[in-house]
Protein backbone atom coordinates (compact mmCIF):
# COMPACT_ATOMS: atom_id res chain seq x y z
CA UNK A 1 0.00 0.00 0.00
CA UNK A 2 0.92 3.46 -0.66
CA UNK A 3 0.18 6.24 1.64
CA UNK A 4 -0.58 10.03 0.46
CA UNK A 5 -1.07 13.29 2.26
CA UNK A 6 -0.65 16.72 0.33
CA UNK A 7 -0.19 19.97 1.55
CA UNK A 8 0.51 23.64 0.01
CA UNK A 9 -3.18 24.61 -0.96
CA UNK A 10 -4.68 27.92 -0.15
CA UNK A 11 -5.99 31.27 -1.82
CA UNK A 12 -4.13 33.17 -4.17
CA UNK A 13 -4.64 35.81 -7.00
CA UNK A 14 -5.09 35.09 -10.36
CA UNK A 15 -1.02 35.16 -11.71
CA UNK A 16 0.15 34.04 -8.30
CA UNK A 17 1.96 30.68 -7.56
CA UNK A 18 1.73 27.64 -5.40
CA UNK A 19 4.12 24.96 -4.55
CA UNK A 20 2.17 21.38 -3.46
CA UNK A 21 3.77 18.66 -1.70
CA UNK A 22 2.77 15.41 -1.53
CA UNK A 23 4.44 13.23 1.23
CA UNK A 24 4.37 8.92 0.24
CA UNK A 25 4.95 6.32 3.02
CA UNK A 26 4.27 2.70 2.41
CA UNK A 27 6.49 1.45 -0.67
CA UNK A 28 9.50 2.93 -2.36
CA UNK A 29 9.36 6.03 -4.23
CA UNK A 30 11.10 4.56 -7.42
CA UNK A 31 8.19 1.47 -7.35
CA UNK A 32 4.84 3.49 -8.24
CA UNK A 33 4.25 6.14 -10.66
CA UNK A 34 2.99 9.58 -9.25
CA UNK A 35 0.16 11.95 -11.03
CA UNK A 36 -1.65 14.68 -9.93
CA UNK A 37 -5.16 15.46 -10.56
CA UNK A 38 -7.65 17.96 -10.04
CA UNK A 39 -11.36 18.22 -9.63
CA UNK A 40 -13.41 21.28 -10.07
CA UNK A 41 -17.16 21.55 -8.22
CA UNK A 42 -19.57 20.31 -10.94
CA UNK A 43 -16.29 18.57 -13.43
CA UNK A 44 -14.99 15.22 -13.49
CA UNK A 45 -11.41 14.90 -11.62
CA UNK A 46 -8.88 15.39 -14.17
CA UNK A 47 -5.42 14.67 -14.89
CA UNK A 48 -2.45 17.51 -14.21
CA UNK A 49 0.85 15.66 -14.45
CA UNK A 50 2.73 13.14 -13.23
CA UNK A 51 5.62 10.73 -13.18
CA UNK A 52 6.46 7.19 -14.35
CA UNK A 53 7.55 4.79 -12.52
CA UNK A 54 11.12 5.23 -11.35
CA UNK A 55 10.35 9.07 -12.47
CA UNK A 56 12.40 8.29 -15.47
CA UNK A 57 8.97 10.26 -17.83
CA UNK A 58 6.97 13.62 -16.62
CA UNK A 59 3.86 14.14 -18.68
CA UNK A 60 1.77 17.57 -18.15
CA UNK A 61 -1.69 18.19 -19.10
CA UNK A 62 -1.80 20.99 -22.40
CA UNK A 63 -3.80 22.98 -20.00
CA UNK A 64 -0.95 23.60 -17.35
CA UNK A 65 1.82 22.86 -19.59
CA UNK A 66 4.74 25.52 -19.45
CA UNK A 67 2.82 26.92 -16.24
CA UNK A 68 3.10 23.86 -13.67
CA UNK A 69 6.28 22.23 -12.92
CA UNK A 70 6.49 18.48 -11.38
CA UNK A 71 9.18 17.37 -9.16
CA UNK A 72 10.06 14.80 -6.38
CA UNK A 73 12.87 14.76 -3.89
CA UNK A 74 13.45 10.89 -3.63
CA UNK A 75 15.27 11.09 0.17
CA UNK A 76 12.02 12.74 1.09
CA UNK A 77 9.48 10.55 -0.44
CA UNK A 78 7.53 13.25 -1.54
CA UNK A 79 6.65 15.02 -5.13
CA UNK A 80 5.69 18.42 -5.66
CA UNK A 81 3.52 20.34 -8.07
CA UNK A 82 4.89 23.78 -8.68
CA UNK A 83 1.94 25.91 -10.38
CA UNK A 84 3.00 29.21 -11.62
CA UNK A 85 1.17 32.03 -13.20
CA UNK A 86 -2.47 30.90 -12.12
CA UNK A 87 -5.77 31.24 -13.23
CA UNK A 88 -9.41 31.43 -12.01
CA UNK A 89 -9.93 28.23 -13.97
CA UNK A 90 -6.94 26.34 -11.78
CA UNK A 91 -9.52 26.17 -8.85
CA UNK A 92 -10.15 23.41 -7.67
CA UNK A 93 -9.39 20.33 -5.39
CA UNK A 94 -6.11 18.98 -6.04
CA UNK A 95 -4.79 15.55 -5.91
CA UNK A 96 -1.43 13.38 -5.83
CA UNK A 97 -1.94 9.52 -6.56
CA UNK A 98 -0.24 6.19 -6.87
CA UNK A 99 -0.35 3.72 -9.68
CA UNK A 100 1.92 0.45 -9.37
CA UNK A 101 2.54 -0.19 -12.80
CA UNK A 102 5.54 0.53 -14.65
CA UNK A 103 5.75 1.89 -18.72
CA UNK A 104 4.16 5.06 -19.51
CA UNK A 105 2.52 8.19 -16.73
CA UNK A 106 -1.06 6.55 -16.34
CA UNK A 107 -3.28 9.57 -16.77
CA UNK A 108 -6.41 7.99 -16.37
CA UNK A 109 -7.95 8.22 -12.79
CA UNK A 110 -8.89 4.19 -13.04
CA UNK A 111 -5.74 3.54 -13.45
CA UNK A 112 -4.49 4.93 -9.62
CA UNK A 113 -5.06 2.78 -6.68
CA UNK A 114 -3.90 4.88 -3.98
CA UNK A 115 -5.50 8.58 -3.65
CA UNK A 116 -4.17 11.52 -0.63
CA UNK A 117 -7.50 13.26 0.84
CA UNK A 118 -6.96 16.31 -1.39
CA UNK A 119 -6.11 20.09 -1.01
CA UNK A 120 -7.82 23.04 -2.06
CA UNK A 121 -6.64 25.63 -4.60
CA UNK A 122 -8.52 28.78 -5.26
CA UNK A 123 -7.67 31.35 -7.64
CA UNK A 124 -9.11 34.65 -7.29
CA UNK A 125 -9.58 36.92 -10.43
Known amino acids: QVQLVESGGGLVQAGGSLRLSCATS????????MGWFRQAPGKEREFVAG????????YYADSVKGRFTISRDNAKNTGYLQMNSLKPEDTAVYYC??????????????????WGQGTQVTVSS
Open 51 to 58: FSWSGGTI
Open 26 to 33: GRPFSSFA
Open 97 to 114: AAALRRGSVPQDVSEYAY
